[in-house]
């Protein structure tokens, strides 16, 4: 069984940087695609950004492009999501997300098999 785990979410100021983390255990990392995704209250859980199989290749959803990058670290099994210019927004729990395979784009839910148990992000003005 494949574990993520996120780390990284703070409260920020808006305007501000966090970096979030996801190391993944128990699996062949380097095969996965992986992806971020976010929950805020009363909203349905939404995709983020996703690498896919050999970086750089990825896909942001509109709010988020050009604010958030999400990159990849084959050799320390982590998945990185970048996000500056931060806006209240942007408040929600995130959570990666690892597939071993992949035939869409990598931009629903179904889309994933293993799932972390999310990090809050808190931003405000």
């Known amino acids: 069984q494949v574990q993520l785990v996120e780390s990284g979410g703070r409260l920020v100021q808006a305007g501000g940087s966090l970096r979030l983390s996801c190391a993944a255990s128990?699996?062949?990392?380097?095969?996965?695609?992986l992806a971020w995704f976010r929950q805020a209250p009363g909203k349905e859980r939404e995709f983020v950004a996703v690498v896919r199989r050999t970086a750089p290749f990825t896909l942001y959803r509109d709010s988020v492009k050009g604010r958030f990058t999400i990159s990849r670290d084959n050799a320390k099994n982590t998945v990185y999501l970048q996000m500056n210019s931060l806006k209240p927004e942007d408040t929600a729990v995130y959570y990666c997300?690892?597939?071993?395979?992949?035939?869409?784009?990598?931009?629903?839910?179904?889309?994933?098999?293993?799932w972390g148990e999310g990090t809050q992000v808190t931003v405000y003005s």
């Open positions: 128990g699996g062949t990392f380097n095969s996965y695609y």
């Open positions: 997300a690892a597939s071993g395979r992949m035939y869409g784009l990598g931009s629903t839910e179904n889309d994933y098999d293993y």
